[in-house]
């Protein structure tokens, strides 16, 4: 993964930049894989006291495609909120 940035909407400043988020896929990726977990990582879902990080891995040849989303924990229903970020990259390279 190399922290590319393809595109950006609304205040990115939130979710961090595409390095950083890259090197904690990176880690968590790692950790799975020294646990014995079979198979890629698919998302990563970090929640604040104010905010949900989710971050969906979008596999294509070559380096996978992240999307990270910050969302308003008061305003969001996580599992609606992680379906519909599903169903969006999975018509990314449709």
């Known amino acids: ?3 590319l940035t393809y ?3 609304g205040d990115c400043a939130v979710a961090g930049n595409g390095p950083e988020v ?12 020294e646990a014995g977990a079979e ?3 698919e998302s990563v879902v970090v929640t604040g006291r104010r905010t ?3 971050v969906r891995v ?13 969302l308003d ?3 969001t229903n996580l599992a609606l909120a ?7 990259a999975e018509g990314l390279f449709a």
């Open 1 to 3: 993964m190399t922290g």
């Open 7 to 9: 595109a950006e909407s």
């Open 22 to 33: 890259c090197h904690l896929l990176s880690l968590i990726e790692d950790g799975l894989h």
């Open 39 to 41: 198979g890629e990582l």
């Open 52 to 54: 949900y990080h989710v």
């Open 58 to 70: 979008v596999a294509r040849q070559g380096d996978p495609v992240l999307i990270s989303t910050v």
């Open 73 to 75: 924990r008061a305003d």
């Open 82 to 88: 992680a379906r519909h970020i599903a169903t969006a």
